[in-house]
């Protein structure tokens, strides 16, 4: 199957910071890209879906001023976490469609972020 | 938008039993119904999938089947092995028919 990427793994941050996550098809062109937000013991829930070219779409209660998705190219789209807080220390998982696949989404090994 | 609701949030079955978790989902436009097993801190794996156009499709040891009508579908596992102890997550498309809704998920354990 198609391979997703994410970096870094892991990080942890002062409250304040801001972190910023990049996500990877590595073998195949992604126009659209997905951002869930898993905390512990709990389901993915989607916060944004991630456009080549255009704008994100987000979920209801997700603060796009907070949470900035940049898809710049069709193999990279990126969440940067601005002013982080405690609270925002969760698993993030980006996964990507392949079309060629229909409609099965693919992965990444998500980004475990701690905020201090 | 898309809800799905997922049943039960903890399954415990002895080695050799089957084992079988439920969901509805609430739009009837969906057509697209996947099946992901999470082990702690890793990705979620695609275990099986079923489309609209089907009502049952089988992979070895899983099976899962559709029912449109009552808008539900479910995962079979049958023999369960101590490696199939998991969180297993159902998904139905969203309105759009882009993106992936989860159900809660459902921690199974299978002991030996």
């Known amino acids: 199957g198609a391979v997703v990427s994410q970096h870094p793994s892991w990080v942890i941050c002062k409250s304040g910071t801001s972190v910023k996550i990049e996500c990877r098809s590595l073998?195949?062109?992604?126009?659209?890209m997905f951002w869930y937000r898993q905390f512990p013991k709990q389901s993915l829930m989607l916060m944004a879906t991630s456009n080549e070219g255009s704008k994100a779409t987000y979920e209801q209660g997700v603060e796009k001023d907070k949470f900035l998705i940049n898809h710049a190219s069709l193999t990279l789209s990126t969440l940067t976490v601005t002013s982080a807080h405690p609270e925002d220390s969760s698993f993030y998982i980006c996964?990507?469609?392949?079309?060629?696949?229909?409609?099965?989404?693919?992965f990444g090994p998500g980004t475990r972020l701690t905020v201090l | 938008g898309e809800n799905v609701e997922q049943h039960p949030s903890t399954l415990s079955v002895q080695e050799g039993d089957s084992a079988v978790i439920k969901c509805t989902y609430s739009?009837?436009?969906?057509?697209?119904f996947p099946w992901y097993k999470q082990e702690l801190g890793k990705r979620p794996q695609l275990i099986i999938d079923?489309?609209?156009?089907?009502g049952e499709k089988k992979d070895q040891r899983i099976a899962v089947t559709l029912n449109k009508t009552a808008k539900h579908f479910s995962l079979h596992i049958t023999e369960t092995q101590p490696e199939d102890s998991a969180v297993y997550f159902c998904?139905?498309?969203?309105?759009?028919?882009?993106?992936?809704?989860f159900g809660k998920g459902t921690t199974l354990s299978v002991s030996s």
């Open positions: 739009d009837s436009a969906s057509n697209y």
């Open positions: 996964s990507a469609r392949d079309w060629t696949s229909h409609n099965e989404q693919f």
């Open positions: 079923i489309r609209s156009n089907v």
């Open positions: 998904a139905a498309l969203n309105q759009a028919g882009t993106a992936l809704i």
């Open positions: 073998d195949f062109q992604a126009t659209t």
